[in-house]
């Protein structure tokens, strides 16, 4: 089992930066692929990025391409969400999933652990 905690969240103003970090414990950190989901207000849980094992693969919605960026450190068993040029839609409560299932996985049910999620709130 893996322990998922996030942090960074906050109030940031549309246009500007955010960088989200999810701290991981208990099994091996590098056999899990990572991924950041999102939930808005009254909107289902939206995938927001992906990224494999070691690092090499990544993926990401047409929403937040160009604009977010997920990295992990298996060292420091780490994954970060740098989020730019953010804009009041994508405000949500922000989670990191962890899954042991091979590939990119980008739904919601393919991932095995889960975070406690981080309030992001973009005003304009």
């Known amino acids: 089992q893996v322990q998922l905690v996030e942090s960074g969240g906050g109030l940031v103003q549309a246009g500007g930066s955010l960088r989200l970090s999810c701290a991981a414990s208990g099994r091996t950190f590098s056999n899990y692929a990572m991924g950041w989901f999102r939930q808005g207000p009254g909107k289902k849980r939206e995938f927001v990025a992906a990224?494999?094992?070691?690092?090499?693969?990544?993926y990401y919605p047409d929403s937040v391409k160009g604009r977010f960026t997920i990295s992990r450190d298996n060292a420091k068993n780490t994954v970060a969400l740098q989020m730019n040029s953010l804009n009041p839609e994508d405000t949500a409560i922000y989670y990191c999933a962890a899954t042991t299932r091979v590939g990119i996985p980008i739904t919601p049910e393919k991932y095995d652990y889960w975070g406690q999620g981080t309030q992001v709130t973009v005003s304009s």
């Open positions: 990224i494999s094992r070691g690092g090499s693969g990544t």
